[in-house]
């Protein structure tokens, strides 16, 4: 947890390719909720700068690798929203939302996800 934080601000202060380096050895390393939470900071820190193709990959990898940190696969679904709205591609952002409330129907990122659906109408 102290190598996520720390990479946290890391990028926070431009250091991206050490923080990129950092969650990459812990997500490498684990295969539960803290690999997880790593892998999903690297997409969010790729989607931070831009770097979308980077973060979608980033993103993707939470649930192929972690399938039990159902959190990290909801956030990182949520993630993937933003991004593919973002891009302005709806029928992918209208894809991986409608695949979030299906399968994490109650959590704070379904709720999230059904107000950028009604807002992308």
Known sequence: MATIE????NSHEGKYEEAIGALEQVSTR????????????IG???????TYVLA???????????PESVVWIAKAYLALGKLYERQSEKEKT???LTK???KFSGTPEA???????????
Not at 6 to 9: F, G, P, Q, T, Y
Not at 34 to 41: H, I, M, N, P, S
Not at 44 to 50: E, W
Request: glycine letters at 4%.
């Open 44 to 50: 969010d820190i790729y989607f931070d700068n831009g």
């Open 94 to 96: 209208k894809q991986v």
């Open 100 to 102: 979030l409330l299906e």
């Open 6 to 9: 720390l990479a946290h601000l």
């Open 111 to 121: 709720n999230e996800a059904r107000m950028i659906l009604a807002r992308s109408k």
């Open 30 to 41: 684990r295969n539960d909720n803290v690999g997880a939470e790593a892998q999903y900071t």
């Open 56 to 66: 979608e990959k980033a993103f993707l990898r939470v649930e192929y690798v972690y």
